[in-house]
């Protein structure tokens, strides 16, 4: 009778403070997956911590320094964020639905396919940030600094990037279905299959967007152009086709 294998899984690390993680990683211990649901982590200084997987839910991270970190599929759902430093980090796949992270910097974070549903992102700091193909539905990035940020193929459905400022930004295949971008900073945007469709814009911003617009949006169907000029008011349509 050959015996059977037992594998015994590692005990989940639980995270309640910031001293319990600084203990962490002084002994080394792995914090992947680690369960930091409502820790007090405020004002801790943990740049570079390998923390892939792990659960922040409703965790208070207000002002924590995590620059350069792992933290590809963890979870910030609920959690306070507000002016975090999570510049440069991986968060690839993360969740940060419902969460607060006004004034947060995420400059030059790696933000593909994650998850930003319900969330305050005002005044954040994402330049020359990644969110490739990120849900960003209904949520408020109010002021929020996205100048060369790559943004294909994200969605922003319903979402507010009132006075935003995307200078530079690539919007190619994103969807903007319903966005607010009243008073937002477009100068130098790539839009190509970028759908508009619904979006708040004043007529100038439209014009300066049609100048530039071409592509169709394979999620959608729908042309950048013919999304465009739909909320074109009609003086507006009768100068853009030369008709005086």
Aim: some cysteine; glycine content about 6%.
């Amino acid at each position: 009778m050959v015996g059977s294998l037992v594998v015994t899984m590692p005990e989940q690390l639980r995270i309640e403070t910031t001293r319990d993680l600084s203990e962490a990683l002084k002994s080394k211990r792995s914090l992947v997956m680690a369960n930091a649901e409502d820790a007090l982590l405020s004002r801790g200084l943990f740049d570079r911590v390998q923390m892939a997987k792990a659960n922040f839910s409703r965790a208070n991270l207000q002002a924590i320094s995590m620059r350069y970190a792992d933290l590809r599929l963890a979870n910030f759902h609920k959690a306070n964020l507000d002016r975090a430093i999570l510049s440069h980090a991986d968060a690839r796949g993360a969740n940060f639905v419902g969460a607060s992270a006004d004034y947060i910097n995420l400059a030059n974070c790696r933000l593909d396919k994650a998850i930003f549903q319900d969330t305050r992102v005002c005044h954040a700091i994402l330049t020359e940030a990644s969110l490739v193909q990120a849900a960003a539905f209904n949520s408020n990035f109010y002021q929020a600094q996205f100048q060369q940020a790559n943004l294909q193929g994200a969605n922003f459905t319903g979402s507010s990037l009132m006075a935003a400022n995307l200078t530079g930004a690539n919007l190619t295949q994103a969807n903007l279905t319903l966005v607010d971008l009243s008073s937002a900073e477009l100068t130098d945007v790539i839009i190509e299959g970028a759908d508009f469709t619904g979006a708040k814009l004043s007529d100038d911003q439209r014009m300066a967007l049609l100048a530039v617009a071409c592509g169709v949006n394979e999620s959608t169907g729908r042309e950048t152009a013919a999304t465009l000029s739909e909320g074109l008011q009609s003086k507006s349509k009768r100068k853009l086709f030369g008709l005086f």
